[in-house]
């Protein structure tokens, strides 16, 4: 079983930054491709930006230039770094990390972190 906890989310300007962290932790696992996805009130949950195993990264368009993904294998969290934040990316954001353990791979939600970003 693996455990996520995130923190850095909050109420900032627009045109402000924010640093959110997603933290893995449980039984002895492996980390694979880790994510950020976000659901704005009345939208489908989307993706925000991945990085796999290697250090690939791929992000929506959305964000692209804003937004800064990446990971710390030994302390097993992955980051989001946003910036110029727009009220349009107010939303609650989640990480998602997939985990092989005993031969198995797992795909893990975060709890959540609220976003808003205002005008």
């Known amino acids: 079983q693996v455990q996520l906890v995130e923190s850095g989310g909050g109420l900032v300007q627009a045109g402000g930054s924010l640093r959110l962290s997603c933290a893995a932790s449980?039984?002895?696992?492996?980390?694979?491709?880790m994510g950020w996805y976000r659901q704005a009130p009345g939208q489908q949950r989307e993706l925000v930006a991945v990085?796999?195993?290697?250090?690939?990264?791929n992000y929506a368009d959305s964000v692209k230039g804003r937004g800064t993904i990446s990971r710390d294998n030994a302390k097993n969290t992955v980051y989001l770094q946003m910036n110029s934040l727009k009220p349009e990316d107010t939303a609650v954001y989640y990480c998602?990390?997939?985990?092989?353990?005993?031969?198995?791979?797992?795909?893990?939600w975060g709890q959540g972190t609220q976003v808003t970003v205002s005008s």
């Open positions: 990085i796999t195993s290697s250090g690939i990264t």
């Open positions: 449980g039984s002895k696992f492996s980390l694979n491709h």
């Open positions: 998602n990390i997939n985990v092989g353990w005993s031969g198995v791979n797992y795909n893990y």
